[in-house]
């Protein structure tokens, strides 16, 4: 029987979690649980190809991701039986058939982040495991305009973990903005990829310009820096 390729958008918490991508024994991941989960539902196994891998503890509200099968199912069965599979911390929340042509990673043409800072005083009781917590007070102005430097396509090599395994650093960055809500330091980021620990490694260095440590300009020294080849 030919294999249906069946697409599903997930969404979880990852305080609990090693990141998406299964690891090593004893690291909890999130691909683990919903591949034991949809194998349940399968009688089979299910291998997932996902759009995009997620680090320690990044939560996710619109991962898609996609598997094929040839077992005969409801769609609403791999939703139903999914998440009656999962824990309580990851959730499927729509399937549907795709044609063999979709792949979540492939056909992505752009992923979207939002890292949430805590900007008080005192710390969060209640947010403490779904916000970072800066006590400084920071400019969310001077974080937005230095964050335009990063507009475009550009060698990313300076917001790259060192162990990171893209075959190269150039990324597309489509929009970037920085806005505070109240006590919150909201990062929205939108590029047609992302390399391992890129952005929060882009806010660490927005963080320093926001207590005024650095000027706007700095933003852009450091894109440079790793990319512009030093003379002979």
Known sequence: MKNKRIALGIEYNGSLFSGYQMQTKGSRTVQEELEKALSKVANEPVRLTCAGRT??????TGQVVHFDTAVQRELKAWILGGNTNLPRDVSIHWVRQVTEQFNARFSAVS???????????????????????????????????????????????AFRASQCQAKHAVREMQNISVKRNGDYIILDIK?????????????????????????????????RARTEKKPA
């Open 55 to 60: 680090d320690t503890g990044v939560h996710a």
């Open 111 to 157: 992923r979207s982040y939002r890292y949430i800072l805590f900007n008080r005083k005192v710390r969060s009781a209640i947010f403490q495991h779904n916000v970072a917590w800066v006590f400084e007070h920071l400019d969310a102005h001077l974080m937005n305009h230095a964050a335009q430097y990063l507009l475009g396509e550009h060698d990313f090599s």
């Open 191 to 223: 590029a047609n990829a992302f390399l391992h620990h890129m952005v929060r490694n882009i806010m660490g260095s927005l963080l320093v310009i926001g207590r005024g440590q650095q000027e706007t300009q700095w933003m852009q020294e450091l894109l």
